[in-house]
C-alpha cells in the first residue's frame, strides 16, 4: 500500500494525496519549492493571526484604560460637586448664623459686613446701606479685630472671590488698625524704649489731615510719589517713616474705595425705589383703566357727556399727573426720613439759633480732646508729647513731603 522510499533517509512524499491534487507527474525539485511555498504561505498567515491577536489585546485595553480614565473623571466631578455643595452648605450656614445673630441683636462685626453686600430685599438693603461698612469697625479692640480678620478670610474663601475687592478692602483696613493697636500697646507697655517706628503720634494727625477728603485718583498719585521716593532712597532719608506712610495710605486709599462703592449702591437703590414707584402706578392705572367699563354699566354707553363731566375728567386727569409727583416727592422724603431717623447727621443749626451762653468748639479742638482722652486710657505720659527738634523736623519735612 505505501510505497517504499529508494533510500531510509529520504523525504517521506506521499503519493496518495499527490494524485488526488493532480500533482503525481511534478518532479521532487517542484514539490520541494511547493513545500517551500506553503510553508512561506502559512509563516505569513501566522504572523497575520499573530499581529490581529496583539491588536485585539491592545484595543481591549486601550478601551479598559479609556473606561478607567472616564470613571475617575466622573468620581473627579462627583467629588467636585460634593464639595461645591459643602461649601454652598457652609456658607448659607454663616449666613444663616449672621441672620439669627442680627436679629437677636449680638451681631459680630462680620454679620454686619457680610449683610452689607448680600443680596436682600429692597427695603432692608435701605436700611442697612446708609453709612459706609468700615463704621462698623469702630469701636473694636485687638482680639476683636484678630478675630474678624479670620472671619473675613473665612468668608472669602466660600464665597470664591466673588466679593475680593470688597473683602481684600476691609483687610486692608483691619490690618491697619491693628497695627495701631499693636503699636499703643507697645508703647503703653515700654517694650522699646528709646525707640521710634513709624510716625510720631503728634505727627500722624497731621498726616491724617493730608489724606482726609482726597478722592481715590489722588491717593493713588500720592502713593506713587511715595513709591518713588522710597526706591530711590537719598542721604538722610528715614525709610520707616515712608514706609509706616505708605501702609497709612493704603488704608486710606481703602476707606476711599468703599466709600465710592457706597455711593455708588446709594444711587442704584434710588434708582430701584423710583422704578418700583412707577411699575406701581402703571399697575393701578391699569387696575383702574379694567375697573372703569366694568363699573359703568351699559345704560351710561348711549347717555350724552356734558361740560360738568368733561371739566370732572379733565379735572381728574389733572389730579392724576399731581399724584404721581406727589408720590415720586414721597418716595424721596421717605428716603430721607429714613436717613434721619437713623441719625446719621447731626441737624444743622446757625450760629444766631444757638444761646450766647453755648460755647463753640472746633472739629480740630474734638479731635485733640479725643486724642487726649485715648492717650489717657492708654496710659501714655503726657511728657511724650513734647517734640524734640528732630522730631519738629520731621514734622516739616512730612508737611513739605505731602504737600
Known amino acids: 500500500m505505501w510505497e517504499e522510499p529508494d533510500q531510509p533517509t529520504s523525504t517521506f512524499v506521499w503519493q496518495k494525496k499527490l494524485e488526488k491534487h493532480g500533482l503525481k507527474n511534478l518532479s521532487r525539485k517542484e514539490l520541494e519549492a511547493l513545500n517551500r511555498r506553503k510553508q512561506q504561505e502559512n509563516m505569513i498567515e501566522l504572523e497575520k493571526l499573530k499581529k490581529r491577536r496583539q491588536e485585539r489585546e491592545h484595543a481591549r485595553q486601550q478601551h479598559e484604560d479609556d473606561m ?62 446708609m453709612h459706609e461698612p468700615y463704621h462698623y469697625l469702630n469701636g473694636l479692640g485687638l482680639d476683636d479685630f484678630e478675630d474678624l480678620l479670620a472671619d473675613i478670610r473665612v468668608y472669602n474663601e466660600l464665597e470664591k472671590c466673588q466679593n475680593a475687592d470688597y473683602w481684600s478692602d476691609l483687610t486692608i483696613i483691619v490690618e491697619d488698625e491693628l497695627q495701631k493697636l499693636r503699636k499703643a500697646e507697645a508703647e503703653k507697655q515700654r517694650m522699646a524704649p528709646g525707640r521710634r517706628e513709624g510716625i510720631h503720634q503728634s505727627v500722624a494727625k497731621d498726616v491724617t489731615q493730608i489724606f482726609k477728603g482726597k478722592s481715590s485718583s489722588q491717593l493713588e498719585e500720592l502713593k506713587r510719589k511715595i513709591e518713588d521716593k522710597i526706591a530711590s532712597p537719598q542721604d538722610g532719608l528715614d525709610i520707616g517713616y515712608w514706609e509706616s506712610l505708605l501702609s497709612q495710605l493704603k488704608a486710606h486709599m481703602a476707606r476711599a474705595r468703599l466709600r465710592d462703592r457706597h455711593q455708588e449702591n446709594l444711587r442704584n437703590k434710588l434708582e430701584l425705589l423710583k422704578q418700583e414707584q412707577e411699575m406701581n402706578i402703571k399697575k393701578e392705572e391699569l387696575d383702574e383703566q379694567e375697573a372703569g367699563p366694568s363699573g359703568a354699566g351699559p345704560s351710561r354707553k348711549d347717555e350724552p357727556v356734558d361740560e360738568t363731566s368733561r371739566d370732572s375728567s379733565s379735572h381728574s386727569g389733572n389730579e392724576q399727573v399731581k399724584d404721581e409727583e406727589n408720590a415720586e416727592n414721597d418716595l424721596l422724603h421717605e428716603c430721607f426720613e429714613l436717613y434721619l431717623k437713623g441719625g446719621y447727621e447731626p441737624k444743622l443749626f446757625s450760629e444766631k439759633d444757638l444761646d450766647p451762653s453755648v460755647e463753640l468748639t472746633t472739629e480740630e479742638k474734638i479731635e485733640e480732646d479725643l486724642d487726649q482722652l485715648r492717650q489717657k486710657v492708654l496710659g501714655i505720659n503726657q511728657e511724650d508729647d513734647a517734640l524734640s527738634k528732630d522730631e519738629l523736623i520731621l514734622r516739616k519735612e512730612a508737611k513739605r513731603g505731602m504737600n
Open 68 to 129: 478607567c480614565l472616564m470613571q475617575r473623571s466622573k468620581e473627579a466631578a462627583q467629588f467636585d460637586e460634593w464639595q461645591r455643595q459643602e461649601e454652598c452648605f457652609h456658607l448659607e450656614q454663616a449666613k444663616l448664623r449672621s441672620k439669627i445673630r442680627i436679629q437677636d441683636g449680638r451681631a459680630k462685626p462680620i454679620d454686619l459686613l457680610a449683610q452689607y453686600i448680600s443680596e436682600k430685599s429692597l427695603e432692608e438693603s435701605i436700611e442697612m446701606q
